[in-house]
C-alpha cells in the first residue's frame, strides 16, 4: 500500500478529474439525439444506455493510467480495489433519462476520495461545456473562476431545486414534501440531474437542494462544490432519512425542517 505522500494531492486530484469529465463529455456530446438504451436498472424510471458504458470505460481508463493504485466505485461498472486509499466515484453520465429524452441537461460527475472523505471534484454540464470543479479546503470554480453561494437569507425568498426517487411507492412520499416547499419557498425546480443542481447552488443559480434516495455518485463531487462554494450541506444517513441537503447557510435551517417527513 502507497504511503500518504504516494497519492496525489486535492488539487492534482481536481485536475485529473476536470480533464477526465471534459473527455468523457466529448464522448456523451457526440451520441446526443441517438440514445441506445441497453437496460433498466432498480425501476422502469431507472435506466442505463451505451453512451453511460461507454463514457464510464472511457473516465475508467484515463484515471487508472493516472493513478494506478486508486480503486473505482462507478454507476455502470463494478466496485474495483474496496481497500485502496484513493478512490475514484463516477457518475459518467447524471440525468440519463433527460439523455435518453434529448432533454438538454446532464453531465459527467467524477469525485476522489482519499481514506473515505471527498477531496476533490468535478461536473461538467456536458452541453453547455462548463465544468464546476473543487477541492477540499481550496474553493470552488466554474471554468476556473472562483464561485459562491448567493446572499438568499429565508426560504420566502429562495428558489430550491429538488429530484424525486426511482421508486414509487417513496416518490409518494416525496411528493407531500414538494408540496410542503412549494407552498413556503419561491418557487420549486426539479431539473433531472442531482450533480448539476448542487452545481447550480454553488454558483447561485437556485439557492437550496434537497433530495432523498440519491447515490454515493450523484453527490460525491456536487456536494463538495456546494460545500466549497459556502454552501452549508447535510449528506444522507439512516438518522436523516437519507436527506440530502445543500442551501445557502441563511436558507437552511428552515428548509431542512419543512423537508422532514414528519413536518406539518
Not at 80 to 102: C, E, H, K, M, S
Not at 160 to 186: K, N, P, W
Not at 202 to 221: H, S
Amino acid at each position: 500500500m502507497p504511503d500518504r505522500g504516494a497519492l496525489p494531492g486535492p488539487a492534482e486530484l481536481e485536475r485529473l478529474a476536470s480533464t477526465t469529465a471534459r473527455t468523457a463529455a466529448a464522448l456523451v456530446a457526440t451520441a446526443y439525439g441517438r440514445p441506445q438504451q441497453v437496460d433498466r436498472k432498480s425501476s422502469p424510471t431507472d435506466v442505463v444506455t451505451q453512451t453511460d458504458l461507454h463514457a464510464e470505460a472511457l473516465i475508467r481508463a484515463r484515471l487508472a493510467e493516472a493513478t494506478p493504485e486508486a480503486g473505482f466505485l462507478g454507476e455502470e461498472g463494478e466496485t474495483t480495489a474496496p481497500g485502496a486509499r484513493l478512490q475514484w466515484v463516477i457518475d459518467p453520465l447524471d440525468g440519463t433519462v433527460n439523455f435518453l429524452y434529448a432533454v438538454p441537461l446532464f453531465a459527467v460527475s467524477i469525485a476522489a476520495a482519499v481514506d473515505g472523505e471527498v477531496v476533490a471534484g468535478a461536473v461538467i454540464d456536458v452541453l453547455r461545456d462548463e465544468l464546476f470543479s473543487a477541492h477540499l479546503g481550496g474553493g470552488a470554480r466554474r471554468d476556473g473562476a472562483p464561485i459562491e453561494v448567493s446572499s438568499c437569507t429565508s426560504l420566502p425568498s429562495a428558489l430550491v431545486a429538488t429530484g424525486f426517487s426511482y421508486h414509487a411507492e417513496l416518490r409518494d412520499i416525496q411528493g407531500e414534501v414538494a408540496h410542503r416547499v412549494l407552498s413556503r419557498a419561491r418557487d420549486l425546480r426539479c431539473f433531472g440531474s442531482a450533480a448539476l443542481e448542487l452545481c447550480w447552488v454553488a454558483c447561485a443559480r437556485a439557492d437550496a437542494y434537497f433530495q432523498r434516495d440519491t447515490e454515493i455518485w450523484d453527490r460525491a463531487a456536487g456536494a463538495l462544490i456546494a460545500s466549497e462554494a459556502g454552501a452549508r450541506t447535510e449528506l444522507p444517513c439512516p438518522e436523516n432519512d437519507d436527506l440530502l441537503i445543500a442551501a445557502t447557510p441563511g436558507v437552511f435551517d428552515e428548509l431542512w425542517t419543512v423537508v422532514q417527513f414528519a413536518a406539518a
